[in-house]
């Protein structure tokens, strides 16, 4: 059974970076579709970004040119670096693979304070 654990959340003033990572255990050779969801307190779950089986990537309006996607050496790793964050980026962030019926890991807490 697959399953999604994030790593690298915390907390970071205004300006700052961090970089998510997202492992998909119980895969051979990684996972082809992989996204990256956020949810802040109150509000629905939201898609940040997504990369293809052909590496294409794209980001919701919000991140664009400051949050980038990428994989590891193989495919199952997934990062997902934050820069210049901003307080309302503060989340939970999860990495998703349901197009293959995996369901959401535990998430990584990122906080920015002003």
């Known amino acids: 059974q697959v399953r999604l654990v994030e790593s690298g959340g915390g907390m970071v003033q205004a300006g700052g970076s961090l970089r998510l990572s997202c492992i998909s255990y119980?895969?051979?050779?990684?996972?082809?579709?992989m996204a990256w969801y956020r949810q802040a307190p109150g509000k629905e779950r939201e898609l940040v970004a997504t990369?293809?089986?052909?590496?294409?990537?794209n980001y919701a309006d919000s991140v664009k040119g400051r949050f980038t996607l990428s994989r590891g050496d193989t495919k199952k790793t997934v990062f997902l670096q934050l820069n210049s964050l901003k307080p309302e980026n503060t989340a939970v962030y999860y990495c998703?693979?349901?197009?293959?019926?995996?369901?959401w890991g535990q998430g990584a807490q990122v906080t920015v304070s002003s």
């Open positions: 119980g895969t051979s050779h990684g996972l082809n579709f």
């Open positions: 990369i293809t089986t052909n590496e294409v990537t």
């Open positions: 998703d693979a349901r197009v293959y019926g995996v369901t």
